[in-house]
């Protein structure tokens, strides 16, 4: 007797029926599906839709996006926690009478006591008067140093780093040393050299007629090397066919200069001007380093930073200080935008 063992058939599932729903959704195992009448049973591999989530991250995978917005974060992050989250705090802060620790809000008050500051606006004029002497001085002479710098045939690198040796050195060594060489008797370097034609020794920064001229001649011969480097790299750039052109037409060598590179210049020119109008605001360790908060001698060497510190730091008028601080960035603002106006209106 033969006996026949019955088997049990496959379960068959029609597509898109709610047991095929059950199994995709908790496993990605292979579901037999039922073909069209009269054709075979299939076995189709079935994966689980990705989600709105995965999907973003996939496209942006995809178009670069991801890996932008990750090389973005290096310096993204810093710019946020160094420098937008300070200005957004002091700005606040510079509506509230804190002294560091507790504090109210004040509005406009720290702001009006700022511009009725005698000592405020002297400040505002010592910074300037240093500045622009700075300015004065140091762009001609760096240029013409450039100049003749750009047109040597050979020890052009030589020269540039002895130019541009004393740059490397902080503002607060270059103040120590010259401290020496200004110092206020025949002992002092500059006194001692005028001593051999019959002057008396000059005071320097113990007088408070030449104390800020003192501190515009040491921060030109700081300075200056970077400048001149400035200046090399634009020289550099003006054509040498507009040289020729204007020595075919008889231009000698100074009114090519001035009619052919200075002209060429003009973009250095404004870098320069705009660049050390912000450094002159922004003085602050020479002038501490030599006069000290009180800016000695006189209160001559009392500039906008300095004044800022003694506000913040020597009687805790933290709101104070921060109103002064975007006072003087509006000022800085101003004064850009008044250079840029002008150079446009030249080009």
Known sequence: MISATR??????????????????????????????????????????????????????????????????????????????????????????????????????ANYSSVLNDGMFWTAMWNTVYMGVGSLVLSVPLSLLAATVINSLPRCQSLFKSIFFAPNVTSAISVSIAFLYVFYPTDGGWVNSFLGLFGVEPLKFFADPALA??????????????????????????????LHEAAACDGAGTIRRWWHVTV????????????????????????????????????????????????????????????AASFIVFVAMVIVTAVNFRIFREKA
Not at 74 to 84: E, G, K, Y
Not at 85 to 106: H, R
Not at 215 to 238: C, D, E, K, R
Request: proline share 8%.
């Open 7 to 108: 088997s049990v058939p496959p379960v068959l599932t029609r597509p898109g029926s709610r047991h095929e729903r059950n199994v995709t959704r908790c496993c990605p195992s292979p579901v037999r599906t039922r073909a069209p009448r009269g054709g075979p049973v299939v076995t189709a591999q079935t994966t689980p839709a990705p989600s709105a989530r995965g999907a973003r991250v996939a496209r942006w995978r995809a178009n670069g996006a991801l890996t932008g917005w990750l090389m973005f974060l290096p310096t993204t992050v810093p710019l946020l926690a160094f420098t937008i989250y300070p200005m957004v705090s002091a700005g606040w802060l510079s509506f509230t009478n804190s002294n560091g620790v507790v504090g109210k809000f004040v509005g406009t």
């Open 263 to 322: 002209p060429g210049l003009r973009p250095v020119i404004f870098f320069v001007i705009v660049t050390q109008c912000i450094a002159s605001f922004k003085r602050f360790a020479d002038v501490y380093q030599i006069g000290g908060s009180d800016g000695q001698p006189g209160g001559v060497l009392t500039t906008l930073m300095v004044y800022i510190y003694r506000t913040g730091f020597n009687t805790f008028e933290f709101g104070k200080a921060s």
């Open 212 to 241: 800020r001229l003192g501190v515009v001649v040491m921060s030109t011969w700081h300075g200056i090397g970077f400048l001149i480097l400035i200046w090399i790299a634009g020289l550099q750039n003006v054509s040498p066919e």
